[in-house]
């Protein structure tokens, strides 16, 4: 059984586009979160969900918009696709804040 | 402010040798911290990680790791490198006692492993 698993794995779209990945956990965590991956490989933070209420939102433009419809689920909507939104985005659970992060496969999204 | 240096951006080393992957952290509180594995098109692993207690942590894969309060650092270490442990590794650092669930990571160390 895949704990946490993203749709679509890869996704190739054009600018101005909106585009959504989707994230579900079958670990019983209570906390989410998506990270973006640039293409140096750098990991950083975007948001993270708690029993579906925001808990962290990091400089990330208002373009993107994350909807936790129940804890087992975060999805990400993106608005307006630009060339520098072209990276890897994970998602990823933990039992808790704090503790040890379960990530996905990750969404290798393309902007042409 | 909260940093992770990985000082070894590339490793190289022979099948059989041994491994040390450096990461320091600059924190203002007691963190937990974390390594990840990332293998090429794939997601990130967790190999072990560190809350409290005994400062040496096993974990997957025969690796090992040791935290240095006061070096500031969580080196991770494997007796005898395989083939197979080419790939890319993350440290990652969380706050202690206030957490928030945030994980900064280092910009990661890419292993390539000789024949």
């Known amino acids: 059984d895949t704990a946490v698993s993203q749709t679509p794995k890869y996704l190739v779209t054009q600018m101005g586009n909106d585009k959504s990945i989707k994230c579900e956990q079958n670990?019983?965590?209570?906390?989410m979160y998506w990270y973006k991956q640039d293409s140096k490989k750098f990991l950083k933070i975007m948001f993270s969900?708690?029993?579906?209420?925001?808990?962290i939102n990091e400089t990330v433009p208002n373009r993107f918009s994350p909807k936790s419809p129940d804890k087992a689920h975060l999805n990400l909507h993106i608005n307006s696709l630009e060339l520098g939104d072209s990276a890897v985005y994970f998602c990823?659970?933990?039992?808790?804040?704090?503790?040890?992060?379960?990530f996905g496969p990750g969404t290798r999204l393309t902007v042409t | 402010a909260q940093s992770v240096t990985q000082p070894d951006i590339h490793i190289t080393v022979s099948e059989g040798a041994s491994l040390e992957l450096r990461c320091n952290y600059s924190?203002?509180?007691?963190?937990?911290l974390f390594w990840y594995v990332q293998s090429p098109g794939q997601g990130l692993q967790l190999l072990l990680k560190?809350?409290?207690?005994?400062?040496l942590v096993q974990g997957i894969k025969g690796f090992e790791a040791e935290f240095k309060r006061s070096q500031s650092s969580f080196n991770l270490r494997k007796p005898s490198v395989h083939w197979s442990d080419a790939a890319e590794y993350f440290c990652?650092?969380?706050?202690?006692?206030?957490?928030?669930?945030?994980?900064?990571f280092g910009q990661g160390t890419t292993l390539q492993v000789k024949p």
């Open positions: 990823a659970s933990s039992f808790n804040q704090g503790y040890e992060q379960y």
């Open positions: 670990l019983g965590h209570d906390t």
């Open positions: 969900y708690n029993n579906k209420e925001l808990i």
């Open positions: 924190y203002g509180a007691t963190p937990y």
């Open positions: 560190y809350f409290s207690g005994d400062t």
């Open positions: 990652a650092v969380g706050p202690g006692s206030s957490n928030t669930g945030k994980l900064i």
